[in-house]
């Protein structure tokens, strides 16, 4: 069965590092998101992303945050310097179509811990 | 706007009793989908149901069941005959017409006691 893959699954930085996360999404879909999830808490909408540009983002994707398809297949979030409130759960996911046209699948998240 | 509303935090069952999870909803799109996802102690968020805004009939899969109803904006899951497998956090989400992201609730984290 087809997946989303995000790598890593944990990442310890510091305060200030840039990091970046990678998501492959399934080879199909045309519609890419990132959702974030801090310990304990709801999962919160970050950005989407079709046709090879950000159709939406919420308030918490400020100028730190970026999105990027490289390539064919991987789906980056690269966040320019950390901080500790960005300690969370990322999660990757994809979708065929638009809205009306199905459920995200998700990755397995990747876990950031920033000291 | 979106809303999503799951008033029950946690939730704690003997295994086998039966137990609902509760979703409230607010948009103003008259076409809309719910969903629910599981999120297991393992952290990856599993789809168990979707549901658009036309279709109304409840549904059953082996242990599970939901109900929409329209009249008062809920998307209720239950779980008959719970097992220690089911202990989880679910969540319940809203995905409308317009725009493009997920809402979701806050969560219900419920654990089954053997």
């Known amino acids: 069965e087809p997946e989303v893959t995000q790598t890593p699954s944990h990442q310890v930085t510091q305060m200030g590092q840039e990091v970046i996360l990678r998501c492959v999404p399934i080879?199909?879909?045309?519609?890419f998101y990132w959702y974030r999830q801090i310990l304990g808490q709801k999962v919160e909408f970050l950005v989407s992303?079709?046709?090879?540009?950000?159709?939406?983002k919420s308030e918490i994707f400020d100028d730190q945050f970026s999105v990027e398809r490289p390539d064919g297949s991987n789906f980056t979030l690269k966040i320019r310097s950390t901080k500790l409130e960005d300690s969370a759960m990322y999660f990757c996911a994809s979708r065929r179509g638009p809205p009306n046209t199905g459920e995200l699948f998700f990755g397995e998240g990747s876990r950031l811990t920033v000291l | 706007a979106q809303k999503v509303t799951q008033a029950q935090t946690e939730i704690s069952v003997v295994e086998k009793e039966d137990v609902t999870l509760d979703c409230v909803y607010e948009t103003r799109d008259t076409t809309y989908y719910l969903f629910w996802y599981k999120q297991p102690p393992s952290g990856e968020l599993v789809f168990l149901i979707r549901r658009n805004s036309f279709d109304e009939q409840n549904e059953i899969s082996g242990r599970y069941s939901w109900n929409f109803q329209k009249s008062t904006s809920s998307f209720n899951f239950t779980i008959t005959a719970s097992q220690v497998v089911d202990s989880a956090v679910y969540f319940c989400a809203l995905s409308a017409n317009t725009g493009n992201q997920f809402y979701f609730g806050t969560g219900t984290s419920l654990t089954v006691i053997p």
């Open positions: 992303f079709y046709n090879n540009e950000i159709s939406e």
């Open positions: 080879s199909n879909h045309l519609y």
